[in-house]
């Protein structure tokens, strides 16, 4: 059974850049698109982007271009940079594995405060 | 994008219903609904997916059903642990992006 785990900091400065990792064990990278899904305090979730194992990836376009994913197959793991972060990026983030565009599988989620 | 009611609530045992109310160019269109269980600390867990399909070990108390640009979840003999938020999603073709619904929190 495939596990995902978020890490990163939980602090970031307004205007920097949010990066985060996400680790996935008890499977193959080659099973699903992985994505970055992120929940503002008392908001609905939001989809960020998603990644294949090939490099492949799509971005929601409210993201306007701050939003990077990447891969690395070979420690099993895959991020994102979010640039130019605000308060309003301050949000729970979530990786999660879709597969027929249902997410199967998710992270425990990680909390990110943009704050000074 | 994906409309739900933000809070429902039933006694133990009882069935209670979660509508996800779209638009022709998500659910109308035709693409699946899917539905997820979210509780506290915790990554929010697939109940149904691809309308009316249930992964291998939810119990058969949840159902799906989906008709035009609407969806519903179905929980019936509401437990104690049913207690969580609730979030229907889908795909969108107009900016083609996966949405999700607004939540709903059940309790019981």
């Known amino acids: 059974q495939v596990q995902l785990q978020e890490s990163g900091p939980g602090l970031v400065k307004p205007s920097e850049t949010l990066s985060l990792t996400c680790s996935i064990s008890?499977?193959?990278?080659?099973?699903?698109?992985w994505n970055w899904v992120r929940q503002p305090p008392g908001k609905p979730l939001e989809w960020i982007g998603y990644?294949?194992?090939?490099?492949?990836?799509d971005y929601n376009p409210a993201f306007k271009s701050r939003a990077t994913l990447s891969v690395d197959a070979s420690n099993n793991q895959f991020s994102l940079k979010l640039t130019s972060v605000t308060a309003a990026d301050t949000a729970t983030y979530f990786c999660?594995?879709?597969?027929?565009?249902?997410?199967?599988?998710w992270g425990q989620g990680t909390m990110v405060t943009v704050s000074s | 994008v994906l409309t739900q009611p933000p809070s429902v609530s039933g006694a133990p045992g009882q069935r209670v219903t979660i509508s996800c109310t779209g638009t022709?160019?998500?659910?109308?269109?035709?693409?699946?609904v899917h539905w997820y269980q979210h509780l506290p600390g915790t990554g929010p867990k697939l109940l149904v997916y691809?309308?009316?399909n249930r992964p291998s070990g939810v119990p058969d108390r949840f159902s799906g059903s989906k008709s035009a640009t609407s969806a519903s979840l179905a929980i019936t003999g509401l437990q104690a642990e049913d207690e969580a938020d609730y979030y229907c999603?889908?795909?969108?073709?107009?900016?083609?992006?996966?949405?999700f619904g607004t939540g709903t929190t059940v309790t019981v």
């Open positions: 999660a594995g879709i597969v027929g565009g249902a997410f199967e599988t």
């Open positions: 008890g499977g193959s990278i080659s099973t699903y698109y």
């Open positions: 990644i294949y194992d090939s490099g492949y990836t």
């Open positions: 022709s160019s998500n659910i109308g269109a035709g693409y699946a």
């Open positions: 691809g309308n009316t």
């Open positions: 999603q889908s795909f969108d073709s107009s900016v083609n992006i996966y949405v």
